[in-house]
Each structure stands twice: as C-alpha cells, then as structure tokens.
C-alpha cells in the first residue's frame, strides 16, 4: 500500500519561503509519477507541480513557475516542493499525490494515491 506523508507547511509573509516535504512508502519509485497538488478554500483542487518518472521530466502550472520547484531524493523515498516568491493567493491546502500513470495524475487530475495534506498560508 503506497503512503504518502506531508510535512513543511506553515506561515509565512509574502515574498517568503518554505519548502514542503513528502515522505513516500510501499512503492517502488522507478514506476511511480509523483506530484503536488493544492485546494484553497471555496476552490477547486489545482495541479502545482509533477514528475513524470518514466520521462524524467517535471511538469508546472503557470501560476507558479519560476518561484516553485519540485525535486525528488530516490534514495530517501522523499518528494520535494521548493516554494520561494510566495504570494498571498498561494495560502491552500497542499497535497501530495502519487500513480503508476502520469497522465492519471497530471492530465486526468486523480491519482490513486493522497497524502493528508499540509497548510501553506501566506499573509500580505
């Protein structure tokens, strides 16, 4: 069974940093396409970042490239979200999100596998 499990969020001023963590377990990581996802309250959830594993590529949504990045330690099972330039309309719930196919979890917005989820609020 594939665990994910978030951590790193926070408060923080705009123009701040933080990084967000997600320790993954039960997969095996060549096959597995991760990403970061995020729901704002009274909003739709939105992709933010992702991997695609089996093309060795990384994926943004243009709201936040340049100022995120998403990065991954194989050996540490441990997914990464570098965020920096952080603006007010960023505060949301973030989530990390895992699935043997990439376009189930980019393309088609459902992966099979969710973490809980972390707070990122970010105050003007």
């Known amino acids: 069974q594939v665990q994910l499990v978030e951590s790193g969020g926070g408060s923080v001023q705009a123009g701040g940093s933080l990084r967000l963590s997600c320790v993954v377990s039960g997969y095996t990581a060549s096959t597995y396409s991760l990403g970061w996802f995020r729901q704002a309250p009274g909003k739709e959830r939105e992709g933010v970042a992702a991997i695609d594993t089996g093309a060795g590529s990384t994926y943004y949504a243009e709201f936040v490239k340049g100022r995120f990045t998403i990065s991954q330690d194989v050996a540490e099972n441990t997914l990464y979200l570098q965020m920096n330039s952080l603006k007010p309309e960023d505060t949301a719930m973030y989530y990390c999100?895992?699935?043997?196919?990439?376009?189930?979890?980019?393309?088609?917005?459902?992966?099979?596998?969710w973490g809980q989820g972390t707070q990122v609020t970010v105050s003007s």
């Open positions: 999100a895992a699935d043997q196919s990439f376009r189930k979890l980019w393309i088609r917005d459902a992966p099979g596998y």
